[in-house]
């Protein structure tokens, strides 16, 4: 298995909501990552998880909670986003010396 | 911090045309270099990548990059452009304990049959 996959592919939730996106690999990497991309930008890394422990905060703003419940799953909750968090959130892993593997992301879109 | 510049931001050949797209990148220590291409659609996908050794770096699809650490930069290059080459292209730079990964700006490829 060679893949990152991402569920679910489009979410559309209000301010209001509680959400979750998830995030798997089976390639046994040990670090794994959430990024954000806008439309014709590139991607904003958010989060760096290392040996399931959170290694880089990017200043992200609380109402996005990681979560790395073993070394092949990768949580992001999401809780009273705003319109401007619309975005594609990519999540990758990559090998301790290897380029990142990247899911298909989560197309997100706040109302 | 580190920062990655692409300068071309779109480029536009036709079919069997030569490409090279500039990737400078600003930072004093070790870095790790990359290129990424996104099709209209698809996700990120790893094209090449530069650790140490042979500074010629070949990559999928026919693509290879240079890596001249005088002039800080990564380019990428393919002798023979194909219509299904259009795509966006994104340089990348791993510092800092080899876990942070800063992107370009990007540079979006159209291949005119």
């Known amino acids: 298995d060679t893949e990152v996959t991402q569920t679910p592919k489009h979410l559309v939730m209000g301010m209001t909501n509680k959400k979750s996106l998830k995030c798997e690999q089976h390639m046994g990497h040990r670090a794994m990552y959430w990024y954000k991309q806008k439309a014709k930008k590139p991607p904003e890394l958010m989060f760096v998880y290392s040996y399931e422990k959170l290694s880089i905060n990017e200043s992200v703003p609380s109402r996005f909670s990681p979560e790395c419940p073993n070394s092949s799953l990768l949580n992001l909750h999401l809780h009273a986003l705003q319109p401007e968090d619309s975005a594609l959130y990519l999540c990758?892993?990559?090998?301790?010396?290897?380029?990142?593997?990247f899911g298909s992301g989560t197309r997100l879109t706040v109302v | 911090a580190q920062s990655v510049s692409q300068h071309n931001h779109h480029v536009i050949l036709s079919e069997a045309a030569s490409l090279e797209l500039g990737c400078n990148y600003s930072y004093g220590g070790t870095v790790n270099l990359f290129w990424y291409v996104q099709y209209p659609g698809q996700h990120l996908q790893l094209l090449l990548k530069y650790f140490s050794g042979d500074p010629l770096v070949k990559g999928i699809k026919g693509f290879e990059a240079e890596f001249i650490k005088s002039k800080f930069s990564f380019n990428l290059r393919k002798p023979s452009v194909q219509w299904s080459d259009t795509a966006e292209y994104f340089c990348a730079v791993m510092t800092g304990g080899y876990q942070k990964v800063t992107f370009g700006t990007g540079t979006k490829l159209q291949v005119i049959p």
């Open positions: 990758a892993s990559s090998p301790a010396f290897g380029g990142y593997t």
